[in-house]
Each structure stands twice: as structure tokens, then as C-alpha cells.
């Protein structure tokens, strides 16, 4: 355990905890960040829509981030964290490895974890030609034939988004009955639909080769499908007492109903993309120094607006 206790610790070595290291360290704050090092962009491998870093591999994103933060009071631990709980005017963060950790406040920024359906061969090419964000990956499959899967998650707002990266969207239901406001974004945008049931995906010269039950075959480009996703928030119960971090999210900077607890990147209120989850764990580093100066110098700063409804 570590005799003297940091400003901060943030669990999740992504985007917004990075960011977030990086406003606290410069704000002369002692930071320890642990990362499990499991990102749920880590099968993209690679970012895009952040400027000076588009098409920019992950691993060399963290490596040139933590090499840009040794100048400041910033520890990292490649760690899993077991879990957090407020023990008076501080946090315990106990972890796998490295035992206990104390801090005055908990950045907690581990992300969400992607539920692919169970569609075989699905996850084998998750990352590659089975994509979920068009604005992070569309562009570099530009003008090839799309499948969107819309089989478990309705996904038909994002077959019509992709319209803009191709001419040729088809819809894959999976025998999912779909409602008729559905069918009719559907229609409104030109994109057909098939109700077979998916048997199995397969690698394909093209990108990707869709099976269906009967026998039957469709190659594709890439295929696209909105995921369900699980917070990864296990460490913080039972303190957190909610299903998400979103819920007890107070403000857009981060702070949440559990003094001492701050929020950054997917788990907040944030859109689910590399740059907005930065910018979010600025927000959130922000938050914090500012609250511990009215606590080091009570009235030296006025309080935060009131929660957000």
C-alpha cells in the first residue's frame, strides 16, 4: 500500500484517462493511472478523427501519450482494478497486483465492453470488416457493398448514415420481425432488406461473406452493426448502487452524486469516440483540481452550478 496518498487515481489508460492525467499533472496534482490494458478499440487498432493522430496505431498513441506525461507527477500501473470504495475523506482502490492505492479522488475511466452477437465468425473479424462506427472506419471502406446487421440492436438510423460512404447498403435482420417505423426509415432511405437467418460470417476476398440458413451466400465489403454494451463497472460496486456511471453523472465536467467520484470517456454522458472521451477527461481533470482547491482553501473558488436534471 502506498504510505502517502495520491491526488488522484484513474482506472482506464484510454483517451480520457490519459487526457485527464494530463490536466492533473499539470496542475502539479500526484496521479496514478492504472490500466488493464483490455481497450475496447484495441481490435480496430487504430484512431481516427483526432487530429495530428488520424489513422495513428493505438499502442503508439499510448506509448508517445505516457512518454508526453513523465514530466509530471504521473505513475502508471498496468493493473486490474478489483474494486473502489470511499473510505472517509478518501478513496481505496485495491487492485490485483499491486495491492492498495489512496487517493483524495477517483477518475474512473475504464469504458464499456462491446456484446457482439452470437453470430459465428462475428468476432474473428471484429475490427477488420465487422465495424461499428462509420465515422471512424466507413471512409476506408468507401464505395463497396455494405451488409448492416440489424439482427439483436435496430440499426437503421445507422444504414442510412452510411449511405453517405455507399450506394449499395443492404439490411440483414436475422428473422427479426422489425416494427414498422423501422421498415419505414428503411424504405426512406433506398436500402433493402433481407430476413434470412444469419448462419455464419466468413472472411471473403471482397471483405466479408455472410451465410444464410438455407445455404445461400452474399459477399460484402464490410459488414456494420450497432452493439450492445455492458459499463464496466464491477470494481465500483456496491458503492456506485446504480447501473451505470451515467446516472449518477452530475455535470458535464464529470462529477458525480459520490463525493469523490468523476467520471470520463464512454461511461459518461459523452458520445463514444476517441476524441470526445479526451476532451471529456479534461473536463473531468478540471473538475477535480478545482474541487480540491475549495477544499485545501475553503471559499477560494465559488461552488459548481447545480446538478443537471
Not at 225 to 237: S, T, Y
Request: aromatic share 6%.
Amino acid at each position: 500500500m502506498d504510505t502517502q496518498p495520491y491526488d488522484t487515481v484513474i482506472v482506464g489508460g484510454g483517451p480520457a484517462g490519459l487526457n485527464g492525467a494530463l490536466y492533473l499533472g499539470r496542475s502539479r496534482r500526484r496521479v496514478l493511472l492504472i490500466d488493464s490494458g483490455d481497450a475496447r478499440n484495441m481490435a480496430a487498432g487504430v484512431m481516427h478523427n483526432v487530429l495530428t493522430n488520424d489513422g495513428a496505431t493505438i499502442a503508439d498513441f499510448r506509448t508517445r501519450s505516457r512518454a508526453q506525461l513523465a514530466a509530471y507527477d504521473v505513475t502508471f500501473r498496468e493493473d486490474e482494478v478489483l474494486s473502489a470504495e470511499l473510505d472517509g475523506d478518501h478513496v481505496v482502490v485495491t487492485t490485483k497486483e499491486s495491492g492498495t492505492h489512496r487517493a483524495r479522488t477517483l477518475l474512473y475511466a475504464a469504458g464499456v465492453r462491446s456484446v457482439l452477437p452470437p453470430v459465428p465468425g462475428l468476432a474473428d473479424l471484429w475490427g477488420h470488416t465487422v465495424l461499428e462506427c462509420p465515422y471512424c472506419h466507413a471512409w476506408e471502406v468507401r464505395d463497396r457493398s455494405f451488409a448492416v446487421y440489424g439482427g439483436n440492436v435496430p440499426s437503421e438510423c445507422l444504414a442510412a448514415t452510411l449511405t453517405v460512404w455507399s450506394d449499395s447498403i443492404t439490411y440483414l435482420t436475422d428473422r427479426r420481425e422489425l416494427p414498422q417505423d423501422e421498415r419505414d426509415r428503411l424504405t426512406a432511405a433506398d436500402v433493402p432488406v433481407v430476413s434470412d437467418e444469419v448462419s455464419e460470417v466468413k472472411p471473403h476476398a471482397e471483405g466479408i461473406e455472410v451465410v444464410f440458413e438455407d445455404g445461400r451466400s452474399a459477399s460484402y465489403g464490410a459488414l456494420f452493426l450497432h452493439l450492445d454494451i455492458e459499463p464496466r463497472v464491477a470494481p465500483l460496486r456496491p458503492w456506485l448502487q446504480a447501473p451505470d456511471l451515467e446516472s449518477v453523472q452530475t455535470d458535464e465536467r464529470g462529477r458525480t452524486s459520490l463525493p469523490r467520484l468523476y467520471v470520463a470517456g464512454d461511461l459518461g454522458r459523452n458520445m463514444q469516440q476517441a476524441a470526445m472521451a479526451a476532451a471529456s477527461g479534461g473536463l473531468a481533470g478540471m473538475a477535480i483540481n478545482a474541487d480540491l482547491i475549495r477544499e485545501d482553501r475553503p471559499g477560494s473558488l465559488p461552488e459548481p452550478p447545480p446538478p443537471t436534471p
